[in-house]
């Protein structure tokens, strides 16, 4: 097998922003593009190969095909055959709902889907305007938070963020959550798409509906615990690995290249994804297949793989992660 790009799929949102199209390098006039899923076995919004000898075939029918060689023997068996991660960018011109997703028992009980766990890294904060919110400021009842959604103050029980480029947050399932206007953010995830909606600030749509709200399966859903500190810290450094993110469903780690790196992936029962922020490279894996990758670029490099020398051109900034 060889490194995977994916075409893109563009998401117009009532909330989204206009920074995708340019990000990605695209000419296209597609408007309010909220969300860029770079990698998904979603069904339904299932990735197609871009390049290579498998172009044209989406990621199920990948893992169909390759099995363990795509994904990893233990991922393989775990995940039943599914692509297990979920990858996106993430543009929000105004905030988006506030909202929670279930863990794995109650989704798969509920939806026979997993859960879902993820992580946001901050890309850009539109001049230092963007915020966010990420768990619960004080502690509640769920008695109290539904009262809260019924009279418009449930904004005022949860941590709030001023962000900047770099920042890091993780959200466990059950963690309530919004990213808010002036966000741009790199968005890992399970592979997942329920979403209980808590809370809209009573936004109609463009036919002039309120979207539903999901009071009652959220309230089961949430995880009531209060943390001091939602953020992920961390030191950054420059031509070495700084790990972010690890658990159950994924480790995540930054790299900031200006050297030329080798990777070991031997050892490793897994694929992984090289999510590009900044600059750009030429990574080249141990069968000699080499590949470009820039800004605003995904790629998924086989469980087969089994290292890689990383070249940036000048500068690179890009997330690695796998399961």
Not at 1 to 8: A, G, I, V
Not at 13 to 38: L, M, N, R
Not at 44 to 50: I, K, L, M, P, Y
Not at 62 to 70: F, I, P, S
């Given at each position: ?8 799929i563009?998401k ?27 990698i998904?076995?979603?069904p ?7 390049n ?9 029918q ?9 994904v990893?023997?233990n ?7 599914k ?17 929670v ?9 509920r ?12 890309i ?55 990213i ?26 463009k ?73 750009a ?16 670029e995904?790629?998924l490099?086989?469980?087969t793989?089994?290292?890689l ?5 000048g ?8 399961v």
């Open positions: 097998m060889y490194p995977l790009k994916f075409k893109p563009l117009s949102t009532i909330w989204g922003g206009e920074k995708i199209i340019p990000f990605k390098h695209f000419d296209c006039q597609q408007a309010q593009v909220g969300e860029s899923w770079e998904s076995d979603v339904g919004d299932e990735s197609v190969v871009a290579g000898a498998d172009a044209g075939k989406n990621l199920t990948l893992v169909n095909e390759y099995k363990a060689a795509l990893g023997e991922n393989y068996k775990r995940f039943n055959g692509f297990p991660l979920l990858i996106k960018f993430i543009d929000a011109q105004q905030d988006l709902s506030i909202q997703h279930p863990n794995d028992e109650l989704a798969m009980k939806h026979n889907s997993m859960g879902k766990t993820e992580m946001w890294y901050v850009g904060n539109d001049g230092g305007k963007a915020h966010l919110r990420s768990g619960l400021s004080k502690q509640i009842t769920p008695e109290e938070y539904a009262r809260r959604i019924a009279d418009n103050t449930i904004c005022d029980v949860l941590a709030d963020y001023a962000v900047q480029p770099g920042d890091v947050f993780f959200l466990p399932a059950g963690r309530i959550h919004s808010g206007a002036g966000c741009f953010i790199a968005e890992i995830q399970q592979t997942s798409n329920i979403t209980y909606r808590i809370y809209d600030f009573n936004r109609k749509d036919n002039g509906n309120t979207r539903e709200l999901h009071t009652e399966l959220s309230k089961d859903a949430i995880d009531y615990t209060v943390s001091a500190d939602y953020r992920t810290h961390y030191t950054p450094k420059q031509n070495e690995p700084v790990e972010l993110v690890s658990c159950p469903y994924f480790t995540t780690t930054v790299y900031d290249l200006t050297e030329p790196m080798e990777m070991d992936y031997s050892e490793l029962d897994s694929f992984v994804i090289y999510i590009c922020m900044e600059g490279c030429s990574i080249t894996d141990n069968e000699g297949n080499q590949v470009e990758l820039q800004a605003g995904s790629v490099f086989p469980a793989t089994e290292s020398s990383v070249k940036a051109n500068h690179v900034k890009f997330l690695e992660t796998y």
